[in-house]
């Protein structure tokens, strides 16, 4: 519940700080006093946009501060944890407007954004003024008050998420469809691509191997001559550097016989010439492959030609070219099994969507049976107020038949009922719809008598009653302050009235007053004691001349009225 509400700055306020209570709060004042700008601060905590016209004239910010009690609240605390924000007993939310632009939104200390505010609000505060009179006459949200007023919301939300896990697959099946529409012409495109690449064949590294390779047929006549140049001084020639070396090798091995210490060693040299044997081998051996071959040569710049080719059309490196020959292969292999799973996604469709039609049915019969208890329940409230002959009706219709491609099309994510409230005020009248049918003063009633019936039925802790007095007096307001009191037994109820009839079923009164302070007008809120209540009830019975036969009517009114809060 809304413990407690502080304004600064805003509009007309100055500084305004009010606590209320459990049960019924009245509010009361002089029109123009400011009850409406209480209703326009309330709103912004619920996530109103705001504008820099709504701050003090001369202030550069304004603020709205509210306490709720929200302990017990399962909705709020799921929506909280959704938004990162710790759950408490309490809950404080700021809102400060500033003209500079800069507004800042506060949950418990932690900043929050706008579409937060929005979703805690749904969840702490139900204004019923003009806003909820339009939402009364929205068709499209009459199936949500059904099923709010019959506890079927649990029973929709598992139906939606069958009904999503359908609409995915028929989507699915869709997009398949238009892939095998293209199919023709995607194979045969797929198809060319990969033989192109196949055609041609390349390996990993290949295009590096043949350039090097290149390289060396280019270049043959002279690494051949440089070749055999070397192995004709290392082995060959007359006086070869082998030869001379093992010349060298004996004459150390003679100076080693007569003096040994000597300090070269004759194996040191042995292992220079077998080494230069092995280079000579080498040698020989690279001569022997090494050739000027103009057909080879040809045959690699065709390739790398090729190849290159390839790289420039499936991507810069030829590691590139083979990845995108694995993707056309996967590719090729999903169109073949596009066929085969498209005949799978529908027979599970038809599958999932008759078991849909037969949870569709069962929560649309549970709703006919919630309809004929909310139309008996509306009737004998709206009759209580003073509209006796009036029916109030719950009006089905299926939507559309689906076609073949659509099976889907037969129900949305709320089932497979379209749903009306029709009302017929007056006897002998036709039911019609409610938005062509209800004056301002039968609308205020039937939004008091749903209210009623809804009372017990959801988590808001706090129901705002403004202008439901509209268009209604006498005998009438007496009982809608009976059916407000009623609502105040299981919710908190503030209610603004300007009819002494529903102000004396208060819990607690609060007066709104306008007074100028220099040049300048403010509006401040007060709770009333006993003897300021009577004194404001008479204001409301006589006007201006409040005679002392006026105030002890109005005593007499809170007497007869005053009942302890359950």
Sequence with gaps: MLEELRIRNFAIID????????????????????????????????????????IRSSEDSATV??????????????????????????????????????NRIHVNGQTATLAVLASLGEALINICGQHEHQVLLDADRHIDILDEFGGLMRARSEFREQYDV????????????GVADDKARSEDYLRF????????????????????????????????????????????????IIAELGQVLRDVQEIRQIDTGMALAPDDLEAVRVTLDETALVLRDYLGRIHADPLRLDEIEERLERLGKLKRKYGGVLEEVLARREVLARELDGLASVDEEMTRLAAEIAQRTE??????????ANRREKARELKEAVEREIRELKMEHARFEVVFREKSAARPDQPLDAFNAKGMDEIEFYLSPNAGEDLKPLNRIASG??????????????????????IVFDEVDSGIGGAVAEIVGEKLRDVARSHQVICITHLPQIACFGDSHYVVSKRI?????????ARLADEERADEIARMLGGIDITEKTRAHAREMLEEKASPHD
Excluded: W
């Design 15 to 54: 500084a305004l700080e009010v606590h209320f209570t459990r049960g019924l709060n009245i509010i009361t004042g002089e029109t123009g006093a400011g009850k409406s700008i209480m209703i326009n601060a309330v709103n912004l905590i619920l996530g109103d946009r705001a504008s820099a016209d709504l």
């Design 65 to 102: 501060e509210a306490l709720f009690t929200v302990s017990g609240n399962p909705e709020l605390a799921k929506r909280l944890a959704a938004a990162g924000i710790d759950d408490a007993e309490d809950l404080i939310i700021r809102r400060t407007l500033s003209k500079s632009g800069k």
């Design 166 to 177: 359908c609409l995915a697959l028929q989507t699915k099946l869709q997009t398949l469809k």
């Design 193 to 240: 691509q990969l033989r192109e690449i196949d055609e041609i064949a390349p390996t990993a590294g290949e295009d590096a191997a043949l350039a090097d390779e290149k390289k060396v047929l280019r270049n043959a006549v002279g690494l051949r001559e440089r070749a055999e140049r070397c192995y004709e001084r290392l082995y060959e020639r007359e006086g070869s």
């Design 355 to 364: 078991r849909l039609r037969d949870e569709a049915l069962v929560l649309s």
């Design 441 to 462: 003063g039968e609308l205020s009633r039937i939004v008091l008598g749903l209210k009623k019936v809804l009372a017990g039925v959801g988590s808001v802790g706090t």
């Design 517 to 525: 302070e220099g040049e300048r007008t403010t509006t401040g809120i």
